[in-house]
T-cell receptor, first 113, second 110 residues
Framework: EAAVTQSPRNKVAVTGGKVTLSCNQT?????MYWYRQDTGHGLRLIHY???????EKGDIPDGYKASRPSQENFSLILELATPSQTSVYFC????????????FGPGTRLTVL | QQKVQQSPESLIVPEGAMTSLNCTFS??????FAWYRQHSGKAPKALMS????GEKEEGRFTIHLNKASLHFSLHIRDSQPSDSALYLC??????????FGSGTQLTVMP
């Protein structure tokens, strides 16, 4: 089964600080995604990537950057964290040629004080 | 821009009941439709998916798609307490993206 891991699992940050969330997948999937999940909003796409070196903006990219240095790793960066970015963040991977199904990591709970 | 809406927001059913969850989408060009299940504190996990009009059954779960009415649904036969979870529907948008609904919180009472 697809394996996607995230670190850290929990993070408390201060307003204005820099936060980096990391994601690793061992399935050789081309596509990787970052979502945030808030009550009443389901999963909202922040950034995604089609492969190493590529990043694309999703539906809610403001305040976030992404980096895909390799096939396996995809990071989400909050340069200046704000309390409104308090949420649960999920990373997912999917194989472009294998269809649309996405495999999710366990999530990172971020609290910005 | 694809929009996906789910109903109801929450649902409580007795054990053994038939449960029906609904999802509407806005992009008639959408090709892939799926249901994900998320137990409390866990990652979402794909449950079932469908590409073409009609029904698909896997065990106690049935997914039904009607592209003309921009609607798909999930039916759970003989609902069990272990089915209690957040159910997220998703429809494809553009290249290899999924747009998710806001979820239906299902509680199955023993």
């Amino acid at each position: 089964e697809a394996a996607v891991t995230q670190s850290p699992r929990n993070k408390v940050a201060v307003t204005g600080g820099k936060v980096t969330l990391s994601c690793n997948q061992t399935n050789n999937h081309n596509n990787m995604y970052w979502y945030r999940q808030d009550t009443g909003h389901g999963l909202r796409l922040i950034h995604y990537s089609y492969g190493a070196g590529s990043t694309e903006k999703g539906d809610i990219p403001d305040g976030y950057k992404a980096s895909r240095p390799s096939q396996e790793n995809f990071s989400l960066i909050l340069e200046l964290a704000t309390p409104s970015q308090t949420s649960v963040y999920f990373c997912a991977s999917g194989a472009r040629l294998g269809g649309y199904e996405q495999y999710f990591g366990p999530g990172t709970r971020l609290t910005v004080l | 821009q694809q929009k996906v809406q789910q109903s109801p927001e929450s649902l409580i059913v007795p054990e053994g009941a038939m449960t029906s969850l609904n999802c509407t989408f806005s992009d008639s060009a959408s090709q892939y439709f799926a249901w994900y299940r998320q137990h409390s504190g866990k990652a979402p996990k794909a449950l079932m998916s469908i590409f073409s009009n009609g029904e698909k059954e896997e065990g106690r779960f049935t997914i039904h798609l009607n592209k003309a009415s921009l609607h798909f649904s999930l039916h759970i036969r003989d609902s069990q307490p272990s089915d209690s979870a957040l159910y997220l529907c998703a429809a494809s948008s553009g290249s290899w993206q999924l747009i998710f609904g806001s979820g239906t919180q299902l509680t199955v009472m023993p």
